[in-house]
């Protein structure tokens, strides 16, 4: 049997969708800072990715708040159970026609593969990204807070970074098609409402 | 009595070298009466300064950079009753006069004149870049001087002073400077392999008082003493018989009357070597419209290119970095596709025995 479920609510969406479209921006315009693009020019891109770069942390307060009032920060607690039917799974059984081994709930909707995934993205490669940022983009105040260092580190590291956020883009994008139909993720994340087993 | 009008200082400072813009690329005689396009605060239909608005004076001294010294810059606001110097761009600007705070990031690096003097002899006037005095003394067939023009019109040889090169509107070169220079004394002996540098300029990127500046580089090729491998005085003016090189067109008389008569030692051999020197890059301060943008500096191989010692974002990376991160790029995206292939061929795979 399967029925239709409410599966993520309208600020989960919201978030997801513009903290994805600022991603996109800031890897555009980051890139383009860095010299392999040319795009905007220099100074438009420069401009943009400052904003998009605040927006984004405006973003994340507002997500961190509603994952910590809604209990919705549960569904990132790793997990290594079963962990090896889902790699199973990707390798070996989705060329099989084979349903998915985790059964998604709303409590559950994170396979464990995902909560290790989205965990590392939210605990070390965002946050490396942003403090490097902000490192980056305040260098020529760290003499005044008593701090040293040079730009070349700061500019590598946010580099570094973003190669890695670029790499969970491809992936991310790129395993939203293995449901249901190769849209059914996608259209779950927009309106929220997906199929699941009963 | 008055103060000195520009024409008094131009009268010198705009003809140095021989005749108009030959040895400053960013004084000549357009600055007599430039509109807001050349100088922004000489312009006659702007604010209308006159040199002295800014090269002030305390006791007679005028400020502005004296040989080696460096003019008495501070690199904030100075008001004429604490400072009696208003030489500097921050003395009326201050070092943050951006809205943009970024771009005020940038005045302990750069100097304001990098940004804002695109480029030099921009006026209508052009100023000489080459001076290969090694060619002069050549006379035509009628024993006459030669003069040739350049298709611009300017002089490409001289027999008084040899080939010449010149430019207008040219892009600044660009160094770290902390205002004080060398000079290359008669006494000082050269590495003559290479071209010689008549004045060094101090500072680096670690020298917190340097930052980086705009410069006119005029080349030349000029006699020297290839022996002591030290520079010699010519003696250029003079009468038949005096020895003086616009007499007797002959450089081994005109520097042995030139050492002689400046007491100074050289060892009787002469050859020619080629020259450099820096020239300070910092009247004609275009309005902010034409400053330039970002990408002249932050992008691969912009102006500051062949200028090292320091991490330029949108010029340099991390060959490795680079290249490690694009190889994990492209091999996630191969592996994405790669599991897309097998997924469709095992999904038309199974169709087909669904079929059967």
Known sequence: MKMKIQMYARFERFWHWL????????????????????????????QVHIFCGWSLIILGVFAIFWHATTGEWKQYVPT????????????????????????KTREQK?????????????????????????????????????LSGNL?????????????????????????????????????????????ED | MGLPSRKNCGACHFYGGGTDGVKHGDLDSSLFSPNKKLDVHMAVNGPNFSCT?????????????YSSDPAP???????????????SCESCHSSSPHKDSKLNDHTDKVACQTCHIPRYARGGVYTKMWWDWSTAGRFDENGKMIVKRAANGTIAYHTKKGDMRWAKDVKPDYAWYNGKMDYLSLADSFDDSKPVSLNRLEGSYDDPKARIFPFKIY???????????TLVIPKLFGKKGSGAYWAEYDWNKAVAAGMREAGEPYSGKIGFVETKM???????????????????????????????????PGRDKSDWLDTLGWIMILLTLAGTIIHAAIRMASRNKQKKEQIK
């Not at chain 1, 800031?26 to 800072?33: A, K, Q, S, V």
């Not at chain 2, 890059?281 to 320091?310: Q, W, Y």
Request: include cysteine; hydrophobic fraction near 45%.
């Open chain 1, 19 to 46: 903290q994805a479209f600022l991603i996109i921006v800031l890897l555009i315009t980051g890139f383009e800072i860095h010299g392999v693009l040319k795009l905007l020019g220099f100074a438009k891109a420069h």
């Open chain 1, 80 to 103: 290594l159970e079963n962990l090896d039917k889902i790699a199973r799974y990707y390798v070996c059984d989705i060329f099989k026609g084979e349903p998915h081994p985790h059964c």
């Open chain 1, 110 to 146: 994170l396979n464990p593969l995902q909560r290790l995934a989205y965990l590392a993205l939210k605990i070390f490669i965002l946050p490396l990204q942003l403090l490097s940022g902000l490192w980056y983009y305040y260098y020529n105040q760290w003499p005044a807070m008593g």
């Open chain 1, 152 to 196: 070349e580190t700061a500019a590598l590291v946010h580099t570094a970074a973003a190669f890695m956020v670029l790499a969970f883009l491809v992936i991310h994008t790129y395993l939203s098609t293995t449901g249901g139909t190769l849209f059914s993720y996608i259209k779950a994340m927009i309106t929220g409402w997906e199929e699941v």
């Open chain 2, 53 to 65: 608005a800014c090269h002030t004076n305390v006791n007679h001294h005028m400020a502005g950079r």
């Open chain 2, 73 to 87: 810059v501070i690199h904030k606001l100075a008001m004429p009753k604490d400072y009696g110097n208003r030489i």
């Open chain 2, 219 to 229: 080349l030349g090729k000029q006699v020297y003493d290839p022996a002591r491998k």
């Open chain 2, 278 to 312: 820096f020239w300070p890059i910092t009247h004609m301060v275009a309005p902010k419209e034409e400053s330039l943008t970002c990408d002249e500096c932050h992008s691969r191989n912009g102006r500051l290119a062949a200028l090292a010692g320091f991490y330029l």
